[in-house]
């Protein structure tokens, strides 16, 4: 049973901080990564992607990938309450269905 | 690019009856999934199509039915539907292929009364 674990929040940050999202996955075949942003009553939007070992930058998000140890993380800088939402973190397991699986999510709050 | 986009957006329905909801994924994809999302059970994998043919299912019961046309476009059906169905069903489109970047459309709120 491939299995996804996210902390579902809410995290409170305050505005300008660094907000860091974590996640785990329980299959050591997992190849693709991916960080999804789903604001309330909104539908899924794609924010990030990582297929290695490391840090993947893209303006204020960071991925960060360790598969040794089986998690993924999302850093998100200069956070701002525009950042408000709920974030799913998906994997997807190499040679398998390429479905990935979602974790539940994690509510982000930025206050001002 | 135009994205993915679905039809209806809303739809009240009564128990009972059946639905129909339409998905038109990104020029170029040909895999097309669905979703089924609720506040108590997240987001749930329906099924997936794939040049016009299922690729993968996931554990619903067979109420619940789709195809794919070879423009790839797909729709997705729930007979007798039942007040458990209410939810936002979700497609989503990619290429199909490993590193799989799903881009997901707006989403049909169903809600059965």
């Known amino acids: 049973q491939k299995e996804v674990e996210q902390n579902s929040g809410p995290l409170s940050v305050p505005e300008g901080a660094i907000a860091s999202l974590n996640c785990t996955y329980s299959d050591r075949g997992s190849q693709s990564f991916f960080w999804y942003r789903q604001y309330s009553g909104k539908s899924p939007e794609l924010i990030m992607s990582?297929?290695?070992?490391g840090d993947k930058e893209d303006g204020r998000f960071t991925a960060q990938l360790n598969k040794a140890s089986q998690y993924v993380s999302l850093l998100i800088r200069d956070s701002q309450p525009s950042d408000s939402a709920t974030y799913l973190c998906a994997v997807e397991v190499l040679g398998g269905s390429y479905i990935p699986t979602f974790g539940r999510g994690t509510s982000l709050i930025v206050h001002p | 690019k135009a994205g993915v986009t679905q039809t209806p957006r809303y739809l009240i329905k009564t128990r009972g009856q059946q639905v129909t909801l339409s998905c038109s994924p990104i020029?170029?994809?040909?895999?097309v999934s669905w979703y089924q999302q609720t506040p108590g059970q997240g987001l749930q994998f329906l099924f997936e199509y794939f040049s016009e043919t299922q690729r993968n299912k996931g554990n619903f019961p067979g109420r619940f039915s789709g195809r794919q046309f070879s423009n790839s476009r797909s729709e997705m059906n729930v007979s007798t539907l039942e007040l458990g169905d209410s939810a936002l069903y979700l497609c989503?489109?990619?290429?199909?292929?490993?590193?799989?970047?799903?881009?997901f459309g707006p989403g049909t709120r169903l809600t059965v009364t």
């Open positions: 989503a489109s990619s290429f199909g292929t490993s590193e799989n970047e799903q881009y």
């Open positions: 020029s170029g994809h040909r895999s």
């Open positions: 990582i297929y290695s070992n």
